[in-house]
């Protein structure tokens, strides 16, 4: 079982090799659904699967600093026990379910090496009311070209603007290179999906942010390729502040004022997050008005004032699933 461990600057500082990779048996469930954030923030219904964790790259903002014990890679070799429980669970599951493996590692960083996003595609083949999303910042999708059903698969790229990637994402693609991995896993018969999260408040953020939904549309051929996109403002545990100071490498991440969330996170001031919202909303719509458009762990206030709530009025997870049921044929009996 994931446990989240108490702080200790001197535990991290012994046990920070991020690139070092181990293997383990892993005791808990391998399929969970997303613990969201709670505090009345809205969920969108992920189901996560964890054939490892940890990640090669290195984020600045990434809250696994705070989260795990130890900071390596670590690989579950008791995969066969992942697949007893999806066949277990897919038995019983109602509908459409939309996986997705990127919550405490990288999908692609080590595809070429480990091929584990591969192994899930193969696993979730015979399930056809299954999606699976892999999430990348990577542009390593090659070894990608093997899997058998890329109408069923969701390459997704975390994106932000060129400079906050400099800045903050350490051993990363460029914004270019993800992007034009985008246009080759379209190319490959893949849905694609855009994850601006998190997005940041800075001078020039506005036009910067904009200029990244503009390249996105100029490298993609067929925008009903594009699965869904995403937003979030920064966010996180206040550990990773106390983490990251230590280090002295806390600045410009917290140099803004920030509150504490329902969700015991710091975030951004509501309006600062609704203008973010609002304006990479705009433009997506300039450029696709029917785009699936969705905010990550934000309050139903925010929806409203980043105008975003028309488009959940079934509630978000059935906002998303009945894109993935057009995704994958399936007709939906009320």
């Known amino acids: 079982m994931i446990e989240e461990k108490p702080y200790s600057p001197l535990r991290w500082i012994r046990i920070k090799n991020k690139y070092a990779m181990e293997e383990s048996l892993f005791q808990g469930e391998f399929w ?28 600045r903002y990434c809250i696994l600093q705070v989260y795990f014990e130890r900071q390596c890679r670590v690989l579950f070799r008791n995969y066969t026990e992942l ?7 897919m038995a019983l599951w109602p509908g459409v379910v939309r996986f997705g493996t990127g919550e405490f590692t990288d999908s692609l960083f080590a595809e070429g090496t480990l091929g584990l996003s591969r192994k899930i595609a193969a696993t979730l083949e015979p399930y056809g009311n299954v999606l699976v999303e892999f999430k990348t910042k990577s542009a390593a ?13 969701v390459i997704g790229f975390s994106v932000n603007t060129p400079r906050m990637i400099a800045l903050f994402e ?63 403002g920064f966010r996180t545990n206040p550990l990773l502040k106390k983490h990251l ?60 004032t980043a105008g975003m709530a028309k488009r959940i009025p079934q509630g978000l997870p059935r906002y998303l699933d009945e894109r993935a049921e057009v995704m994958l044929g399936i007709t939906h009996t009320p």
């Open 32 to 59: 969970k659904p997303c613990p969201g954030t709670g505090g009345g923030y809205l969920c969108c219904g992920y189901q996560i699967l964890t054939p490892q964790r940890g990640c090669g790259m290195y984020c």
């Open 83 to 89: 697949e007893r429980e999806i066949a277990r669970k």
């Open 141 to 153: 999708i090659g070894d990608l070209r093997s899997i058998r059903r890329p109408e069923r698969v």
């Open 170 to 232: 350490k051993r990363t693609a460029a914004l270019e290179e993800r992007l034009a991995a985008a246009r080759e896993c379209e190319a490959m018969g893949f849905f694609v999906a855009f994850h601006f999260d998190p997005l940041f408040w800075y001078n020039g953020w506005e036009e910067e942010y904009r200029e990244v939904v503009r390249a996105l549309y100029a490298h993609i051929r067929d925008p009903r390729k594009i699965a869904w996109c995403s937003m979030g």
């Open 245 to 304: 100071r230590a280090e002295n490498n806390h600045l410009p991440l917290f140099s803004g004022e920030m509150i504490i969330g329902k969700d015991g996170k710091l975030r951004y001031f509501r309006p600062y997050r609704s203008a973010m919202y609002a304006a990479v909303r705009d433009e997506f719509e300039l450029h696709d008005p029917e785009i699936i458009l969705y905010l990550c762990m934000e309050s139903r206030e925010t929806w409203e």
